[in-house]
């Protein structure tokens, strides 16, 4: 008896599926199911755009609606990847413009955008509606206006933290006076001011506006304009935090700022003068998300704003807060999930905040039961904070712990870390993401590797003594999707052993090692399905095979070797000599 | 426990480093802080601080780089450390480079007071606030900041500083415990010296100068190791 669902029927069931990752297991079932299930996807995921070409892409989601696409590795955060690396924007756009041009939305994440490639989305997507570039680049302000005038349907234009050429503030102005459809509009990362009276026009023509994110160049003044026209916003991202306001001007703001009802969500806030501080009191206990990593206030302003935020969950904040505040915001935001404290000093940036220390930190897990996610700087920490802050809260996913100076041991004990490590991983069994900092030994790693049982990403800097450390990793960490180390003492050995461990995961980033171009070669020759890229200003082939290279990123794929290789990138495609026969190019 | 590599073939046909001469393999220990160490990592490039700025008296870092000789790579000098994304780094960049043009401004303002009364004595009606600067010490990872109002001699000062850095509590770091008789910055007696910025960049020995002096042209102190304290007249 057949017992085959009509695709029709199955159609409508997946309909619910939302998640990727449940449709990735749909896929996988059987023929039909993978069939209909491709045939209904709309929204796909592409974490790495080397993985897979643009065109089996495109093949087999023809109802594709929505594309994320993530390019250059993490580290690149950090100026580790030089330019002209790769993850350009340009070959996707151009193959979806044919073969998808139904496209409505586009998230691309540290990938290199031209003015080409956003006047191409202009002319060939009809219902484009979305565009959210993350620390991207690559582009001008002329792109930016391209996008305005042409998408007549657009939702949102995001630029988070993006490179870009700023030839002025005059791109906005081309946003025709027919566009009233915007929901979210982000230009904080741009430097030029725009004609105040064009954002003014164009907020009050947008009743759908839920987030709005200007850049440093709106004044204090010009926002009180703007949040008059859009009482409705849900996220606001200020300009400038000071001006020189007299008291009229001072209070119709207040005003301004207590009609934002629906407010959850505040960031910008540059320049923060603590007399205007108290503006954002009326504000304060709707809000569950403030980021305050750019505002330069003391720790008495930042406790007196903070006790009034009792709904607050995400915090971003400099370490002006220091461990008095934090033990402060730790009483008043019992709600809290995610801390990122961020260093204030920059010339010295060792020698930041000296009243601030894990002492903090500790405070914040021993009062907030559903804090789950930690970035933080400082100079010091102790084994003993990090047993105590496990123990608190073994809920932790996330836990990127930065001690600036490299190789600081315990500053207690002058011990390594290597047993507050342990404690973190033993304790918080669903920690998904880490980064170490600080002394650590071949011994932390093997704690990692015995316990961080569901670890997808994990960071390391300045740490371990030998190849154990990478094989504690590669053969303990199950769940080891993405690693990233950075000035580590190790170098073949563990490499080539568990070598079969990098085609589980999606990539593997390493710089200033000791790896061999010699143990490249080996690995490339093994693996087939990887890309193993060696990045060196110095071409490897030039070297003695023993010699070690200076960045190495590997990663799986199915669309064989990169057509847009620079110079300083070799693959052993590039090397005609070593077999390129037997490579399994799709 | 693991205290050796077990160098084994591989589940898979992966021949490891058996015809291949491999370099790297177990590595001895790596170098902390103190030695340097820059040669083992390959390139080290710096980080852009406000000194880099032209405006902002790019000539220091020079000057201060060669003063501070044979210190140990501070972590702003490693590329891509610590990690803390471009427009975050630019941002506090921009903060440092506006609070030094202040700083600037003052010095500059004040450098006319001083110019207008060559007698010195005549300082001592002006209310000059200097306010905290930031101290550090050779082999102490974390800075300290003394405020310099509330102190009217190098005696008081060192008095201070040795308080600070060498008395045991709970919350000194680094040396506690290994000195338990006062010490002598000033006099150059001990295995320390007391060392200041000044307004040019120069690093010069404290006491040369008259307090009053001396209060308005430093920028910031570092005790520094007797042994390394060459070119300061000791």
Known sequence: MDLRLPSKVL????????????????????????????????????????AVTPEAVARRFPEMRSLTLKGKPHFADYNLVPDGWGGYAWPWIEALAEKSPSLEELRLKRMVVTDECLEKIAASFKEFKALVLTSCEGFSTDGLAAIAVACSNLRELELRECIVEDLGGDWLSYFPETLTSLVSLDFSCLDSAVKLSDLERLVSRSPNLKSLKLNRAVSLEALGSLLRLAPQLVELGTGSFSDKLDQEAVSKLSQAFSELKQLKSLSGLWDVHPEYIPLLYSVCPRLTSLNLSYATVQMPDLVELLSRCSNLQKLWVMDLIEDKGLEAVASSCKELRELRVFPSGAEDLDETNVAMTEQGLVSVSEVCPNLESVLYFCVQFTNEALVTIARNRPNLKCFRLCVMEPFSPDHKTQKPLDEGFKAIVEGCKDLQRLSVSGLLTDKAFQYIGTHGKKIRMLSIAF???????????????????????????????????????????????????????????????????????????????????SSPVERIYIYRTLAGPRLDMPEFVWTIHKNLEIGVSNLAIE | MITELEMGKAESELELGLGLSLGGGTVGKIVKTGGGGGGAWGERGRLLTAKDFPSVGSKRAADSASHAGSSPPRSSQVVGWPPIGSHRMNSLVNNQATKSAREEEEANKKKVKDDETKNVTKNVNEKFQVGFIKVNMDGVAIGRKVDLDAHSSYENLAQTLEDMFFRSSPCTIGLTGQFNKPLRLLDGSSEFVLTYEDKEGDWMLVGDVPWRMFITSVKRLRVMKTSEANGLGI
């Not at chain 1, 052993?497 to 999606?506: D, W």
């Open chain 1, 11 to 50: 159609e409508h069931i997946f309909s619910f599926v939302d998640s990727n990752e449940d449709r990735n297991s749909v896929s996988l079932v059987c023929k039909s199911w993978y069939e209909t299930e491709r045939r209904t996807r709309k929204k796909i995921f592409v974490r790495n755009c080397y």
């Open chain 1, 463 to 545: 740490a371990g003594e030998s190849d154990l450390m990478l094989h504690h990793l590669l053969s303990g960490c199950e769940s080891l999707n993405k690693l990233e180390i950075r000035d580590c003492p190790f170098g073949d050995t563990a490499l080539l052993e568990n070598a079969a461990k990098l085609e589980t995961m999606r990539s593997l980033w390493m710089s200033s090692c000791f790896v061999s171009f010699g143990a490249c070669k080996l690995l490339s020759q093994k693996m087939p399905k990887l890309n193993v890229e060696v990045i060196d200003e110095h071409p490897p082939e030039t070297r003695p095979d």
